[in-house]
């Protein structure tokens, strides 16, 4: 179907964002099992559980608006996803996985925070107003997951990452 009208990008784009939605609750349980650090593990256990509501929260948008997703697989998640392999297969379990992990968990949640802020607008320039609430929550998790995994960067993974090169 091509996109003709803002409808018809805000169809697409929901479409798409449910594509990486789905990619993403396949790839977190790896991502947990890579991570060395029981910080970082329980991140992407938690993130896991508030993917599968994003999920959910999409379910009900397209319900409360009576519209259909497209079958469409998001790209972007689909080479983010892919990075994540070669990450965990190029990089010795340690701290220095684990910081790359967070950096690519993090290029993960800045196309999250474009993608629900850009459906955001698009949702509130139509007047969908029973999609609103549902998309600002969850812009608000990706942006809290993000701060949380800069925090694990600063407070400890870069540093022992750096560490374990020094040795």
Same mark, same amino acid.
């Given at each position: 179907?091509?996109?003709?009208?803002?409808?018809?990008?805000?169809?697409?784009?929901?479409?798409?964002?449910?594509?990486?939605?789905?990619?993403?609750?396949?790839?977190?349980?790896?991502?947990?099992?890579?991570?060395?650090?029981?910080?970082?593990?329980?991140?992407?256990?938690?993130?896991?559980?508030?993917?599968?509501?994003?999920?959910?929260?999409?379910?009900?948008?397209?319900?409360?608006?009576?519209?259909?997703?497209?079958?469409?697989?998001?790209?972007?998640? &689909?080479?983010?996803?892919?990075?994540? +392999?070669?990450?965990?297969?190029?990089?010795? *379990? @340690?701290?220095? /996985?684990? %910081?790359?992990?967070?950096?690519?968990?993090?290029?993960?949640?800045?196309?999250?925070?474009?993608?629900?802020?850009?459906?955001?607008?698009?949702?509130?320039?139509?007047?969908?107003?029973?999609?609103?609430?549902?998309?600002?929550?969850?812009?608000? &998790?990706?942006?809290?997951?993000?701060? +949380?995994?800069?925090?694990?960067?600063?407070? *400890? @993974?870069?540093? /022992?990452? %750096?560490?374990?090169?020094?040795?």
């Amino acid at each position: 179907m091509p996109i003709g009208t803002i409808e018809d990008l805000f169809i697409h784009e929901l479409s798409d964002i449910y594509s990486a939605e789905k990619q993403l609750t396949k790839a977190l349980p790896r991502l947990a099992r890579a991570a060395e650090a029981p910080e970082l593990k329980q991140a992407f256990e938690t993130h896991l559980e508030e993917t599968q509501g994003q999920v959910e929260r999409i379910d009900q948008i397209v319900d409360a608006l009576g519209i259909r997703l497209k079958r469409v697989k998001c790209a972007a998640m &689909e080479g983010l996803v892919e990075e994540s +392999k070669e990450v965990i297969d190029g990089i010795e *379990a @340690g701290p220095l /996985r684990d %910081a790359a992990l967070i950096g690519g968990a993090q290029k993960v949640e800045h196309y999250e925070i474009a993608s629900y802020g850009t459906i955001s607008a698009i949702a509130k320039k139509l007047g969908y107003k029973d999609a609103i609430p549902l998309l600002q929550a969850t812009l608000e &998790e990706e942006k809290a997951t993000d701060e +949380k995994l800069t925090l694990l960067a600063e407070q *400890a @993974g870069n540093q /022992r990452a %750096a560490e374990q090169s020094a040795a």
